[in-house]
């Protein structure tokens, strides 16, 4: 795997930028191209990308809320939606994405997953700590 897609989506949570942060710097470390996805969801069916360097994530850590921003995607819900994703990612050459947030998220990644093949990664980060199989979520101790 050569690029990978990162977003952050639904409620923000403290530690989404330290989260963004090691998966842009592990990536590049492996030799991967990483492409910011901004607004979540929305974003990636929008096609709102951004490449990640080392740069892009200095001095993010300390800040609020997530330098990627979020939003809540009802589109994603529907076919339509979830296929102008999947065509984002393939226009893109991306071939596979990090999801950090919650249950909704993590909705939005399996379906990627099953229905279309997208190989994703579910980073846990929602203030609600209510997903199944985590003990700790980022941004629940807050």
Known sequence: MKRIGLLTSGGDAPGMNACI??????????????????RGYQGLIDDE???MEMRSVSDIVQRGGTKLRTARCLEMLTKAGQKKAVKTLEARGIEGLVVIGGDGSFRGAKCLSEEYGIPTIGIPGTIDNDLEYTDYTLGFDT
């Open 21 to 38: 942060r090691a998966v842009v710097r592990t990536a590049l470390y492996y030799g991967m191209e990483v492409y910011g996805i901004e």
């Open 49 to 51: 990308m951004v490449s």
